[in-house]
């Protein structure tokens, strides 16, 4: 057996600069995720879903370059994992668009965002989908082309992505079921642990709020926004709170635990809140400087960011070209030369569901139906001689279902599970016996 690693596949959305929220949410933990042998990592710039937010060029081409940038300044090896610009690969759009034809278009009309925007369009009294793109309406089988392409195993996201990879799930599902097994079915991770942080005025970090710290500021001007935290009136010498306080929030999420509490303690002593967010910045630089000067020279060199994302671009494209071209054929884009047909009905064949008679130890004659995967979907009872066994095996392939009423006695019982298995790959029997 082939011992195959766990392959985890992420991506962020090239629309922004990354902030210390974009950070402690996604890039560090990738980044430590990245460095477990026993996984496969797929991170990649999510800049075709870019453009479903942004319509602005230069924007989208330079938070490109700084979301790489930060991923490799945080440590994210691009020999070790393939790291690479969605639209690097073709083949994405090209799933896209198989995966839209097997989606339902009622799944996508509750899809969150979606959902969102029409809602605000109600609630304004405007058309359902005013100004709403196709492109927002598509989302979720763009994603599901990105995850489904690298088979990935595991999905890392934030909580109101899990949405999306259960749709990712069931177009896997609804393909497999109509052309075999070629997709696997993806999990969310969600890391309970990692913090949503707070922004400079508490709420959730989010460019959406313009509350948010970018992650290598130069590091005077992280001074300057760390003092711009929102704390309350409490005085020097007046006991504070750490409930609720976006400060110390941000310091729990770089801090280890013995740091953390110290920094409690010093809350309940009274610390002044201008020294709270010295001790703040001290933090967050011991973490962040090491990483600036990298940071620095690859926002300076972006040919070397270029080059890192064609290499990127190869190693996935490895993967995805291939397996499109498996995709392609099984759904009938196929090429019409008499070798190529040769070719597919071959694999059919190979792929066909058969009958297995066997003798046991207790000298009667059995047989088992095994699915083209090699499972058994059917097994019979004893018979007293192979003739019997075959005289019934017959009777199921040209009759099908019916013959499965019939024979019932002879037949160990079918769980409903197993039961539109059993029709199905009968079915496929009796269509393709050369009567
Ligand atoms: N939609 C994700 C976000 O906004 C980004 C993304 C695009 C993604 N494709 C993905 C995340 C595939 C995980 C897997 O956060």
Not at 39 to 49: N, V, W
Not at 283 to 294: F, Q
Not at 347 to 359: D, S
Request: aromatic content about 8%.
């Amino acid at each position: 057996m082939t011992s195959e690693r766990t392959r985890v596949l992420t991506g962020i959305t090239t629309t922004g600069t990354p902030h210390l929220g974009n950070y402690v949410g996604a890039i560090r933990p990738t980044v430590q995720a990245s460095r477990n042998n026993a996984t496969e990592g797929f991170y990649f710039l999510a800049d075709y879903h870019a453009l479903i937010k942004c319509d602005e060029p230069a924007r989208i081409q330079r938070s490109t370059l700084e979301i790489a940038a930060s991923w490799i300044a945080s440590g994210l090896d691009p020999e070790k994992v393939t790291f690479y610009r969605q639209s690097d690969i073709p083949q994405i759009p090209e799933l896209t668009w198989l995966l839209t034809c097997v989606t339902g278009k009622g799944v996508l009309n509750r899809a969150h965002a979606y959902k969102a925007a029409t809602d605000k369009n109600h609630a304004a009294g405007h058309d359902t989908d005013a100004d709403v793109t196709a492109g927002l309406f598509m989302y979720p089988v763009l994603m599901g082309a990105d995850i489904l392409m690298f088979k990935a195993h595991k999905v890392p996201v934030g909580r109101d992505q899990i949405q999306h990879i259960e749709m990712a799930r069931d177009m896997a599902a609804s393909f497999n079921h109509l052309y075999g097994e070629h997709f696997v079915l993806p999990e969310a991770v969600v890391e309970e642990s990692v913090a949503l942080l707070p922004g400079l005025d508490g709420r959730k970090m989010s460019k959406s709020y313009d509350n948010t710290i970018p992650l290598f500021a130069p590091s005077a001007q992280m001074r300057k926004q760390i003092n711009a935290i929102v704390t309350d009136s409490r005085l020097p010498g007046q006991a504070k709170s750490t409930e609720g306080s976006a400060l110390f929030q941000i310091y729990q999420a770089f801090a280890s635990a013995e740091e953390t509490a110290q920094f409690a303690q010093a809350f309940a002593d009274g610390i002044a809140w201008g020294d709270a967010k010295q001790h703040l910045f001290e933090r967050i630089d011991r973490e962040i400087a090491p990483m600036r000067a990298t940071y620095e020279d690859l926002i300076h060199n972006p040919d070397k960011v270029e080059r890192l994302l064609q290499l990127g671009a190869e190693k996935a494209r490895a993967r995805s070209a291939p397996f499109m071209a498996e995709l392609r054929s099984a759904v009938g884009l196929r090429s019409l030369s008499a070798k190529a047909a040769v070719q597919t009905v071959k694999t059919i064949k190979a792929a066909a569901p058969q009958f297995k008679q066997y003798r046991e130890k207790d000298g009667l004659f059995y047989f088992k139906f095994v699915n083209p995967h090699g499972e058994a979907v059917l097994q019979s009872k004893g018979f007293a001689s192979p003739r019997d066994a075959g005289l019934a095996i017959a009777q199921l392939t040209q009759q099908g279902a019916s013959a499965l009423e019939v024979l019932q006695a002879q037949l160990e019982p079918i769980s409903d599970k197993l039961r539109g298995q059993v029709l199905e790959n009968l079915s496929f029997m009796h269509l393709n016996s050369d009567k």
